[in-house]
């Protein structure tokens, strides 16, 4: 049975495109993916992410849990809010999903995963805390709504739409988070533009989302979110990674820590297979689109692109593609499209951060 979030009946109040995504009935567009593509690179729009689930983790064991649970070291998460990207891996080193953990006080967490793997992930856990025998309280949090508001004029306005968050969200560095009233409000987000993600009791989301439409934020769609995140070269679950995938060679090796001496989940394989392929971006010199699974041919061998799309910002066809070991930046490649060999370009798999080409 679909799923839908709190907002499901303000999207169609506001003209969107519903689509299934990952079991969730969700808007695609409010007209026009690329002019919601653009309001968030030049001014600001908003997306509904209450698909997400956030979780919240308590308990005397609950940071013992999570630096075995995680890639990633929660040890480096010492100041209130401080919020951290980790993957959470199998036996086998795969991951399992791509989360942001949030530390809120001593023994006390909030780990949002993503939408399609939230049961999954969920039993994953439970499964851990049994047979560790940590004393944890894993809380789903469905009685939140969240909505990303995106784009450099993002937190202007939400504080013209809340005003009391102001205070406490001003200050923020991104990856941090502050508890303001109902309010959780986090300098995070997946479009590689300033801005907040804010979870707040799911009554209030269709006013808080009615708000910031008034106040000029586009609504914006799975559609324009896509190529955003694409451009800014982050990681899909399900598309640039999966099970079967390393995090080092999915581009993540920055988010898993091998050097500390506690053991996680995944470890021993890491360090035993070590990192096999690399995880680059690529610039489409010829007429065409690039997508995902296409072949890529190189002067190392084969690899494939993981994410593809066109570039409403760069104009240009762009890819996230996991490549042999010893391709470097700069290096021209083939892609294998509908049975014509067209040439790309390898570049750092960072397209666009806060509106500017970051292409050399």
Same mark, same amino acid.
């Given at each position: 049975?679909?799923?839908?979030?709190?907002?499901?009946?303000?999207?169609?109040?506001?003209?969107?495109?519903?689509?299934d995504?990952?079991?969730?009935?969700?808007?695609?567009?409010?007209?026009?993916?690329?002019?919601?593509?653009?309001?968030?690179?030049?001014?600001?729009?908003?997306?509904? @992410?209450?698909?997400?689930?956030?979780?919240?983790?308590?308990g005397p064991?609950?940071k013992?849990?999570?630096?075995?649970?995680?890639?990633?070291?929660?040890?480096?998460?010492?100041?209130?809010?401080? =919020?951290?990207?980790?993957?959470?891996?199998?036996e086998?080193?795969?991951?399992?999903?791509?989360?942001?953990?949030?530390?809120?006080?001593?023994?006390?967490?909030?780990?949002v995963?993503?939408?399609?793997?939230?049961?999954?992930? &969920?039993?994953?856990?439970?499964?851990?805390?049994?047979?560790?025998?940590m004393?944890?309280?894993?809380?789903p949090r469905?009685?939140?709504?969240?909505?990303?508001?995106?784009g450099p004029?993002?937190?202007?306005?939400v504080?013209?739409?809340?005003?009391?968050t102001?205070?406490?969200?001003?200050?923020?560095?991104?990856?941090?988070?502050? #508890? @303001?009233?109902?309010?959780?409000?986090?300098?995070t987000?997946? $479009?590689?533009?300033?801005?907040?993600?804010?979870?707040?009791p799911a009554?209030?989301?269709?006013? &808080?989302?009615?708000?910031?439409?008034?106040?000029? @934020?586009?609504?914006?769609?799975?559609?324009a979110?896509?190529?955003?995140?694409?451009?800014?070269?982050m990681?899909?679950?399900?598309?640039d990674?999966?099970?079967?995938?390393?995090?080092l060679?999915?581009?993540?090796?920055?988010?898993?820590?091998l050097?500390? =001496?506690?053991d996680?989940?995944?470890?021993?394989?890491?360090?035993?297979?070590?990192?096999?392929?690399?995880?680059?971006?690529?610039?489409?010199?010829?007429?065409?689109?690039?997508? =995902?699974?296409?072949? #890529?041919? $190189?002067?190392q061998?084969?690899?494939?692109?993981?994410?593809?799309?066109?570039?409403p910002?760069?104009?240009r066809?762009?890819?996230?593609?996991?490549?042999?070991?010893?391709?470097?930046?700069?290096?021209?490649?083939?892609?294998?499209?509908?049975?014509?060999?067209?040439?790309?370009?390898?570049?750092?798999?960072?397209? @666009?951060?806060?509106?500017?080409?970051? &292409?050399?």
């Open positions: 049975m679909t799923q839908k979030t709190v907002l499901n009946e303000t999207h169609r109040r506001f003209g969107a495109k519903m689509v995504f990952g079991g969730w009935d969700m808007p695609l567009h409010y007209g026009s993916q690329i002019e919601e593509h653009h309001a968030v690179r030049r001014d600001c729009g908003m997306f509904d @992410v209450s698909h997400m689930c956030a979780v919240d983790l308590s064991d609950a013992t849990f999570l630096l075995r649970l995680l890639a990633n070291n929660v040890d480096k998460l010492q100041a209130p809010g401080k =919020a951290l990207y980790s993957a959470m891996l199998n086998a080193g795969g991951v399992v999903d791509d989360l942001i953990v949030y530390y809120l006080s001593p023994g006390e967490y909030r780990v995963i993503n939408a399609g793997t939230a049961a999954k992930d &969920l039993e994953w856990m439970a499964a851990r805390l049994a047979d560790w025998k004393d944890v309280g894993l809380r469905r009685d939140l709504a969240m909505i990303a508001v995106q004029q993002a937190c202007a306005r504080w013209q739409v809340l005003p009391e102001r205070g406490a969200s001003e200050a923020l560095k991104p990856f941090f988070a502050a #508890v @303001v009233g109902d309010c959780f409000i986090a300098r987000g997946y $479009t590689g533009e300033s801005g907040f993600e804010i979870a707040l009554e209030h989301a269709d006013a &808080l989302w009615q708000a910031l439409a008034d106040a000029g @934020v586009a609504p914006c769609g799975l559609g979110r896509d190529t955003l995140r694409l451009e800014a070269g990681n899909l679950y399900g598309q990674m999966d099970e079967s995938v390393s995090p060679d999915a581009g993540l090796a920055w988010t898993v820590d050097a500390a =001496a506690r996680f989940v995944g470890k021993a394989a890491l360090l035993e297979h070590g990192q096999r392929k690399q995880f680059l971006g690529l610039l489409l010199e010829d007429r065409g689109v690039l997508r =995902a699974h296409q072949k #890529v041919v $190189t002067a061998g084969e690899g494939e692109i993981t994410s593809g799309s066109f570039s910002t760069l104009q066809s762009i890819a996230l593609a996991r490549l042999p070991l010893g391709v470097a930046v700069g290096d021209s490649v083939s892609v294998e499209i509908r049975d014509k060999r067209l040439a790309a370009r390898v570049v750092k798999p960072v397209f @666009v951060r806060n509106g500017a080409s970051q &292409l050399a």
